[in-house]
């Protein structure tokens, strides 16, 4: 089912970066802020409703992580954009996050969708801490400026391992 409703929080959380990204150029951050805010904690509801209604699909299960990508990957490029996260950090993400993409295609040709794990959803949980942190310093919180130096190192930690756990637990579809 295209249109249930964790399906349509997803959908609804791609449209809302384009949103964000246009707030932020504008220089329309506490908006743009707000609005990250909303879809970020979004994630975790297009789950739960999921779970709790029986409507996990396959379609959900993807959506939902490349709704994530998106969003997380857009504000981050922006923030590299102003100069507030390093580029190394989100060609990291980028490089694991395609990786996995892979994975899951290759997985999606064998019948299967590969549900996130545990160590992908505390990258997300990552990504998304730190991207509130560098909303809060780009809205004039600058005491937040060693938080978010140990979160882009924290961050691009999180990425490799587990973009290298999932690789591993998923290694039966690249060897075939």
Known sequence: MIFNIPNTISWLRILATIVIVFLMYFKMYIPAFVLFLLSAISDYFDGYIARKTKQVTNLGKVLDQMSDKILITSVLIVFV???????????????????VSIVRMVASGHGSVIAANIFGKLKTVLQMVLSIGLYLELIGLSQINLFNTVLVYAVAITTVLSGV?????????LNN
């Open 81 to 99: 954009e102003f100069g507030y996260v390093p580029g190394w950090l989100v060609v990291t993400i980028v490089f694991r996050d395609t990786l």
């Open 165 to 173: 756990i999932y690789m591993y637990q998923n290694r039966y579809y």
